[in-house]
């Protein structure tokens, strides 16, 4: 009942959001222009029926099933990622005018425009583009024997309605090939049920790694039945980490591995399940979200690998992420503990990035501080 009251909390701040982005558009881009009458009235209630349908149609794809709301959710999530670029150079444009007095609305707009038509469609190619992101981490305890101990982490795949199982099956691809001793998916890989995507998840199955494949649950997943999803991914061979650890050896020396759930409807678990650990074995943290990382420093946890910022996804969020250190992405220290958050391999909301390449990250554990 909490989940579904704060879903519905999510729908209203987008149809919000959507109502005032829109409303900004019309004033700026048909209103202070001066376009003749008639297409001044064909501009105003295009801008009232698009407002008006973007809300139903995401609202229509959380009951549909991905493989029918796809048709609909696509052109509507590419419009809103659109809509959200031309905001954003309106509002810089504004921002010129007040302090320079220049340009004219006109002027202005078609601006707006040309900018927003080549941004969006340059977003739209990087939303379909997955690098890989080599990172060496150093850790000061790393017993020799684990030096080059490689994680690929993938995050926030975002497995729905856009992307289905053409995308799973280039991922498990592109993992394979990077020959990893452990794979570790760290939440948000889903967006429906399990009933509705297993065979675009499928592919997973195949993924292999000497010292095991790990997942720890996002925020998505208890939108659309954590239990279960879980319950499947066991059952393709994929170990679910809910607030547990495991330890990993290699030439005779080990490392532990933790994961904890990202459930908002329970307390933090990390003590927990870190109670009793040999400290002078070193520990590395998957948890969706960074700001686990206050509670990480406090246990000793030498690495966190997270995801679930996007890296912003879309600028200009990429660029507004930089102030907010816990979240934006990248490989930082906090005390003795280093936080990798990934800018994620899918996306979420519009199939576009931009300033936030999606990744698939080769992590590279090295014995040395």
Same mark, same amino acid.
């Given at each position: 009942?909490?989940?579904?009251?704060?879903?519905?909390?999510?729908?209203?701040?987008?149809?919000?959001?959507?109502?005032?982005? +829109?409303?900004?558009?019309?004033?700026?881009?048909? +209103?202070?222009?001066?376009?003749?009458?008639?297409?001044?009235? @064909?501009?105003?209630?295009?801008?009232?029926?698009?407002?008006?349908?973007?809300?139903?149609?995401?609202?229509?794809?959380?009951?549909?099933?991905?493989?029918?709301?796809?048709?609909?959710?696509?052109?509507?999530?590419?419009?809103?990622?659109?809509?959200?670029?031309?905001?954003?150079?309106?509002?810089?444009?504004?921002?010129?005018?007040?302090?320079?007095?220049?340009?004219?609305?006109?002027?202005?707009?078609?601006?707006?425009?040309?900018?927003?038509?080549?941004?969006?469609?340059?977003?739209? /190619?990087? !939303?379909?583009?997955?690098?890989?992101?080599?990172?060496? /981490?150093?850790?000061?305890?790393?017993?020799?024997?684990?030096?080059?101990?490689?994680?690929?982490?993938?995050?926030?795949?975002?497995?729905?309605?856009?992307?289905?199982?053409?995308?799973?099956?280039?991922?498990?691809?592109?993992?394979?090939?990077?020959?990893?001793?452990?794979?570790?998916?760290?939440?948000?890989?889903?967006?429906?049920? /399990?009933?509705?995507?297993?065979?675009?998840?499928?592919?997973?199955?195949?993924?292999?790694?000497?010292?095991?494949?790990?997942?720890?649950?996002?925020?998505?997943?208890?939108?659309?039945?954590?239990?279960?999803?879980?319950?499947?991914?066991?059952?393709?061979?994929?170990?679910?980490?809910?607030?547990?650890?495991?330890?990993?050896?290699?030439?005779?020396?080990?490392?532990?591995?933790?994961?904890?759930?990202?459930?908002?409807?329970?307390?933090?678990?990390?003590?927990?399940?870190?109670?009793?650990?040999?400290?002078?074995?070193?520990?590395?943290?998957?948890?969706?979200?960074?700001?686990?990382?206050?509670?990480?420093?406090?246990?000793?946890?030498?690495?966190?690998?997270?995801?679930?910022?996007?890296?912003?996804?879309?600028?200009?969020?990429?660029?507004?992420?930089?102030?907010?250190?816990?979240?934006? @992405? !990248?490989?930082?220290?906090?005390?003795?503990?280093?936080?990798?958050?990934?800018?994620?391999?899918?996306?979420?909301?519009?199939?576009?990035?931009? !300033?936030?390449?999606?990744?698939?990250?080769?992590?590279?554990?090295?014995?040395?501080?």
């Amino acid at each position: 009942m909490a989940r579904r009251g704060s879903l519905a909390v999510v729908l209203s701040v987008v149809a919000l959001a959507v109502a005032i982005g +829109h409303a900004y558009l019309w004033r700026r881009l048909v +209103h202070d222009v001066g376009w003749p009458p008639s297409w001044s009235r @064909a501009l105003t209630w295009a801008t009232i029926g698009i407002a008006v349908a973007t809300p139903l149609a995401v609202l229509a794809g959380r009951v549909v099933a991905p493989r029918w709301s796809r048709w609909w959710l696509t052109p509507t999530y590419l419009w809103i990622g659109t809509a959200t670029l031309a905001c954003a150079a309106l509002l810089a444009v504004d921002l010129l005018r007040a302090v320079l007095g220049a340009p004219t609305p006109r002027a202005g707009a078609l601006a707006v425009v040309l900018f927003t038509l080549v941004a969006a469609a340059w977003a739209s /190619v990087e !939303g379909r583009r997955v690098r890989v992101v080599r990172v060496e /981490v150093p850790i000061a305890r790393l017993p020799r024997a684990l030096d080059g101990l490689t994680i690929v982490q993938l995050s926030d795949l975002h497995v729905g309605p856009i992307l289905g199982r053409r995308f799973v099956e280039r991922v498990v691809a592109t993992t394979q090939a990077l020959a990893p001793d452990v794979v570790a998916i760290t939440g948000d890989l889903v967006d429906a049920p /399990v009933a509705e995507l297993d065979a675009d998840v499928a592919a997973l199955a195949r993924l292999r790694a000497p010292l095991g494949c790990y997942f720890v649950t996002g925020n998505h997943e208890f939108h659309v039945d954590a239990d279960a999803w879980c319950d499947h991914l066991g059952r393709l061979g994929v170990r679910v980490l809910r607030n547990a650890r495991v330890t990993l050896a290699r030439g005779g020396a080990s490392l532990e591995l933790a994961g904890i759930d990202d459930d908002e409807g329970a307390p933090p678990q990390l003590a927990a399940v870190l109670a009793g650990r040999d400290r002078e074995v070193p520990l590395v943290l998957l948890a969706h979200r960074p700001h686990v990382i206050r509670a990480a420093g406090r246990e000793g946890v030498d690495l966190q690998l997270s995801g679930h910022s996007h890296g912003g996804q879309l600028w200009p969020l990429p660029w507004l992420l930089r102030l907010d250190r816990l979240g934006r @992405a !990248g490989l930082r220290r906090f005390g003795a503990t280093q936080l990798y958050v990934s800018c994620g391999t899918g996306h979420s909301g519009p199939p576009m990035r931009l !300033g936030a390449p999606a990744e698939i990250t080769q992590i590279v554990l090295r014995a040395h501080g």
